[in-house]
């Protein structure tokens, strides 16, 4: 059984950092892209940043691309979204996502992504 298990969040000052952590099991995904979503109360599911299999290619998006970023461990089999300068805005569930699709690139689309964690939660303060 696949799963992917998030964790690391919780409520912060804005201003401050959190280190978000998704670990998966059951597969590995070294040769796949994974990617962090997130989605707030009454919004729709928004992409937040990707890697590519190795680290080597990654996005974000422009709302967080100077404060995120995203990196993984292949060896541990794990992904991780470091956050600073975190805004009340921030504020969301955020969901880790593995694809499938054996590629060298990321993908921003959540339809390319078959595994999804069940989510953590960010809380930003002002």
């Known amino acids: 059984q696949v799963q992917l298990v998030e964790s690391g969040g919780g409520l912060v000052q804005a201003g401050g950092s959190l280190r978000l952590s998704c670990a998966a099991s059951?597969?590995?995904?070294?040769?796949?892209?994974m990617a962090w979503f997130r989605q707030a109360p009454g919004k729709e599911r928004e992409f937040v940043a990707a890697?590519?299999?190795?680290?080597?290619?990654?996005k974000a998006a422009d709302s967080v691309k100077d404060r995120f970023t995203i990196s993984r461990d292949n060896a541990k089999n794990t992904v991780y979204l470091q956050m600073n300068s975190l805004k009340p805005e921030d504020t969301a569930v955020y969901y880790c996502?593995?694809?499938?699709?054996?590629?060298?690139?990321?993908?921003?689309?959540?339809?390319?992504?078959?595994?999804w964690g069940q989510g953590t939660q960010v809380t930003v303060s002002s």
């Open positions: 890697v590519n299999w190795n680290g080597g290619s990654t």
């Open positions: 059951g597969r590995t995904f070294n040769d796949a892209p």
């Open positions: 996502a593995a694809s499938t699709y054996v590629s060298g690139t990321y993908y921003t689309s959540g339809e390319m992504y078959a595994y």
